[in-house]
């Protein structure tokens, strides 16, 4: 077993595992953070995204103990029931989640996109959330919800 | 007695209401079946044939065992000893071949993928390394990799008892085939084929199963569309009572019609949790799912058309044969593709149609259910047929149509399959998607777009859809049956309680518009809750577009009673009769006194002195609710209504094909849709949207692909290709909105736009190409297919 710290959404966090253990796993299952879904396990679906150090990453596809020492952040640090973020809430007034099972990698991608381009075109945002995968909305309200995301943006 | 201001007027159905799910699921608090938690959880893992087509010889786990942080490990033959068997409960059908089957294989594998061992373990980690210490002795015999191959003579037999390999063998006849064709001018032969497809939900399947026993209860937590069903399969095979099975079936990352079957897996689940006396839980992994979560879709259809030359079809022959890979599936594999033969008349006056069907065991996953379950097929064959009679008689396809179509009256329109229509004009319809797409000038478009020698195409297409139908005939029981229960509670919040279950089409946001309605109340006063066995008696689940129609229809039927209960005691409490009180704004009224909604619910309970004599206290009403006007079998000739209601869509479609690569990009697609009174219009274009998307996925992205072994070529998102963003299709949508005559006035809405877009796409593609001289047969029009086709064209 592997002591490994890090911070989890600007809190520290130290857990022991096994070399083979994933990121996602860890959050999942030592950590509570279970916002991040398994969707592929395979790195294709998107559905499992987190930030590392401010950039999006699949949480299937690391293993904890390559994230030592660094920033981590699910959707449990991005907002909550009672104080949505500005992207989860276009979500919502677009009706841009169905089964919602993709939305937490969603809106972790999106906000990657608006942290550095807060004003994204419709093939800019098209482009960028191409590894996010949802088979329930047609992709039509999720562009639509971050349009109004980028049209609001300052 | 006071009276409040009344609050603000509730919304009405057919407006827009922020969906009470999304917080939860936005912030990553749903509770999906992977977040359910349990102390002391154990994890199963599932060992898996690596081949196609053998017999066990011996399994030997002894190795496993010895794993640190194994619980057990199981086979097939052990947990046979004690446990009862699947079946179809289908003895009803006497050319259906009766089989049963183990939740593991016991004597024989029939496809990659099949279960053959489980392991239960500390963690799935440990679970999946006790897998490979599992020693298998397979006797590898040749597969049969596609229907063709398993129907001739020398092929390999997956049942040697049965001589062949056809599951079902049906025939069926309606009107007078021969005499259509003896009175044609001409005939039309052409085969249609289907490629192999999965529903693909982004969360597989789960089981999670706790088993008390002390009390002997089972607790399951299960993904399943089909959570009252599935506990009475999870009885059959355990032997526990129903009373003592509780199926959960929590936040589920979308079904699409593979969660409305009685997985194996499912049922593994429940009876390792009563051998290993922990709570133990298995998640579908994605590679499981693409080989053994269901695979849908493939067929080959070859139809002789008999028409008359003014346009008009006469009467039809189909031969289809159906790839139902292995059939240790409830509910059957068969059951798309029986619904396939009855849907191929569509919207059409075609009372003359005979076809024979063999539904083909194969060595691939069974097939199953998915979104719009056997329709596409059979609205993409008469699709086709018209387009491609038009095209031989120089008959345009909007004249085809009309030429053919069901006539307005009377109304219910009777088909030569039984299918008792309820719809609105079709005529109307094509006529209002002509405007809506801008027909007219985008053919003139085309015509230009072709001079300079592109290739544009332009297509339309038109379904009618049996919605909300009866399971009988297709599952040996079940019907089509929804019930409800509705409670106001002494503080005048409501809790309503569904059969149904939501795999994200938002039900609990529709049903308490539903009952916030009739109560004239609040839709934020009341809670939703689905997919719970212990919250309601019984239900039929989410499947084949009825959420709306019968779980609606019974949270008003519900709803109704609950109210009329609170009108007497209003009524009482006024002194006037109940028929003469106002249920409106959270008020019920008379003239202009009016007493507070809440202020009934407390007398009902907390100051019962207030009711009327002889009335029960309490508001609480569990309701069943059956349109009656389904049949659960077919009668003696054949003929058989079963839905409920039927609802209608036309398409149209404008498509390039870039011949250099076999890309097609889709200019423009317009959807006029009829589902009858619409309940909410963003969560109906949501659906309508997801269905395009699939639709344009199964066409233009995905297939599942077996080598001449059976082994799969496609187990992971790496080679089963879904659209993504960029591939989007953006459909301009029209609601016609004819209700029903049903409770609410709902029709089906899940899967319109996935039965008719495949047909409307390929008429598109093929009017596109048709210059090329090529036609458009398959629905499988992905780049390397078309190209092919392309490639192949006839020269000059």
Redesign the interface.
């Known amino acids: 077993m592997t002591a490994v710290r890090f911070s989890l959404n600007g809190e520290a966090a130290e857990v022991d595992v096994?070399p083979?253990?994933l990121l996602l796993d860890t959050l999942?299952d030592r950590l509570a953070?279970?916002?991040?879904?398994?969707?592929?396990?395979?790195g294709?679906?998107g559905?499992c995204t987190v930030h590392l150090d401010g950039s999006g990453v699949r949480s299937c596809l690391l293993f904890t103990v390559q994230v030592g020492g660094a920033e981590v952040r699910?959707?449990?640090g991005?907002?909550?029931?009672g104080a949505?973020h500005p992207i989860?809430q276009a979500?919502?007034?677009h009706?841009g989640?169905?089964?919602?099972?993709?939305?937490?990698g969603m809106?972790l991608t999106a906000l990657e996109l608006f942290e550095t381009d807060p004003h994204p075109t419709r093939e800019r945002?098209?482009?960028w959330?191409?590894?996010?995968?949802?088979?329930?909305?047609?992709?039509?309200?999720?562009?639509a919800a971050l349009e109004a995301v980028a049209g609001e943006g300052s | 007695m006071s009276v409040l201001a009344p609050p603000e007027a509730p919304p009405r159905t057919g407006t827009r209401t922020?969906?009470r799910?999304?917080?939860?699921?936005?912030?990553?608090?749903?509770e999906?079946l992977?977040?359910v938690q349990r102390p002391d959880l154990k994890h199963v893992a599932i060992l898996r044939s690596p081949l196609a087509h053998a017999r066990i010889r011996d399994v030997d786990v002894s190795g496993a065992m010895t794993l640190p942080g194994v619980i057990g490990v199981f086979t097939g033959a052990e947990l046979a000893v004690e446990t009862g068997e699947f079946s179809h409960h289908l003895p009803m059908i006497p050319t259906l071949r009766q089989i049963t089957w183990s939740v593991l294989a016991t004597d024989k594998v029939r496809f990659v993928g099949e279960p053959v061992a489980a392991v239960v373990a500390d963690s799935r980690?440990i679970a999946e390394d006790a897998l490979e210490l599992i020693e298998v002795d397979y006797e590898e015999l040749p597969a049969v990799s596609d229907a063709e191959a398993g129907l001739e003579a020398e092929a390999p037999l997956l049942y040697e008892d049965w001589g062949d390999n056809v599951f079902l063998y049906m025939p069926g006849a309606h009107g007078d085939v021969e005499a259509a064709f003896a009175n044609a001018d001409g005939v039309l032969q052409e085969r249609f084929t289907h490629h192999r497809i999965s529903g693909?939900?982004?969360?597989g399947h789960g089981a999670l199963g706790e088993f008390d026993p002390a009390s002997g209860r089972l607790e399951m937590y299960v993904s399943t569309q089909v959570p009252h069903t599935l506990r009475t399969v999870i009885s059959d095979i355990t032997g526990l009572s129903e009373a003592r099975v509780r199926v959960v079936a929590p936040?589920?990352?979308?079904g699409?019609g593979n969660k409305a079957h009685f997985m194996r897996e499912e049922v593994l689940v429940a009876v390792l949790a009563m051998r290993v006396r922990h709570p133990v839980v298995w998640?579908q992994?994605?590679?499981e799912n693409l080989l053994s979560g269901l695979h849908s879709r493939e067929q080959s259809h070859e139809v002789e058309v008999a028409y008359r030359d003014d346009g008009r079809v006469l009467g039809l022959r189909a031969d289809f044969v159906v790839d139902v890979g292995s059939p240790e599936l409830y509910i059957l594999g068969c059951a798309p593709a029986i619904v396939t033969t009855s849907v191929v008349p569509n919207c059409y006056d075609l009372a003359d149609y005979a076809f024979e069907m063999r539904c083909v065991a194969t060595n691939k996953c069974p097939m199953g259910g998915y979104r719009g379950y056997g329709q596409p097929q059979g609205i993409f064959l008469m699709e086709r047929v018209l387009d491609l009679v038009g095209e031989r008689l120089g008959i345009d396809p909007v004249t085809m149509r009309r030429l053919n179509m069901i006539p307005d009256e009377p109304r219910p329109y009777v088909t030569a399959t039984g299918a008792v229509l309820d719809t609105g004009s079709f005529g109307e319809q094509l006529t209002e998607l002509l405007e809506a797409a801008g027909y007219d000038a985008a053919c003139e478009a085309r015509e230009v777009a072709r001079s300079q020698g592109r290739l544009v195409g332009v297509g339309i297409a038109q379904m009618v859809e049996p919605t909300a139908p009866n399971i009988h005939a297709l599952a040996g029981r079940f019907g089509g049956y929804e019930m409800a229960m509705l409670t106001v509670q002494p503080d005048g919040r409501v809790n309503v309680a569904v059969g149904t279950k939501s795999?994200?089409?938002?039900h609990e946001t529709i049903f308490a518009k539903v009952a916030a309605e009739v109560l004239g109340i609040s839709p934020d006063d009341v809670e939703v809750t689905d997919g719970d066995t212990a919250a309601l008696p019984y239900g039929t689940g989410t499947w084949g577009s009825r959420s709306a129609v019968m779980g609606g229809g019974a949270v008003i039927k519900a709803a109704r009673q609950v109210r009329d209960k609170m009108a007497a005691i209003a009524a009482g409490m006024l002194e006037a009769p109940p028929d003469q009180i106002e249920t409106a704004d959270g008020f019920f009224r008379l003239g202009e006194a009016a007493i507070p909604f809440g202020q009934i619910a407390a007398a009902a309970y907390l100051h019962t002195f207030l009711l009327p004599p002889g009335m029960d206290p309490g508001l609480s009403v569990v309701v069943g609710y059956d349109p009656g006007n389904t049949s659960p079998f077919p009668d003696e000739r054949g003929k058989l209504n079963v839905a409920a209601t039927y609802s209608t869509a036309a398409a149209a479609a404008v498509v390039e094909v870039t011949e250099a690569t076999g890309v097609v990009t889709v200019h423009d697609l317009t959807i006029v849709h009829d589902c009858g009174t619409v309940i909410d219009n963003?969560?109906l274009?949501?659906q309508i949207?997801?269905?395009?998307?699939?639709a344009v996925g199964q066409t233009f992205f995905e297939e599942i692909c077996y080598d001449e072994n059976g082994q799969p070529q496609t187990s992971?998102?790496?080679d089963y290709m879904?659209?993504?963003?960029?591939?989007?299709?953006?459909p301009r949508i029209v609601h016609r909105e004819t209700p029903s005559e049903l409770l609410g006035g709902f029709r089906g809405a899940g899967e319109g736009a996935i039965i008719v877009t495949p047909a409307v796409l390929a008429a598109a593609v093929h009017d596109a190409v048709a210059p090329l001289g090529v036609a458009i047969t398959q629905s499988n029009l992905s780049p390397p297919r078309l190209r092919a086709l392309l490639r192949g064209r006839p020269a000059g």
């Open positions: 096994e083979r253990e999942r953070m279970r916002g991040a879904h398994a969707g592929c396990e395979q294709a679906c559905a699910t959707i449990e991005v907002g909550s029931p949505l989860q979500l919502s007034e009706h989640l169905q089964c919602g099972f993709c939305t937490p809106v945002i098209e482009e959330m191409s590894g996010n995968l949802c088979r329930c909305t047609g992709y039509v309200n999720i562009v | 922020r969906r799910e999304d917080t939860r699921l936005l912030c990553g608090e749903g999906y992977g977040d980690y693909l939900p982004m969360e936040d589920m990352g979308g699409f998640q992994d994605r590679t795999q994200g089409q938002g963003v969560i274009d949501g949207h997801g269905a395009v998307a699939q992971t998102l790496l879904i659209p993504t963003f960029g591939d989007a299709v953006r």
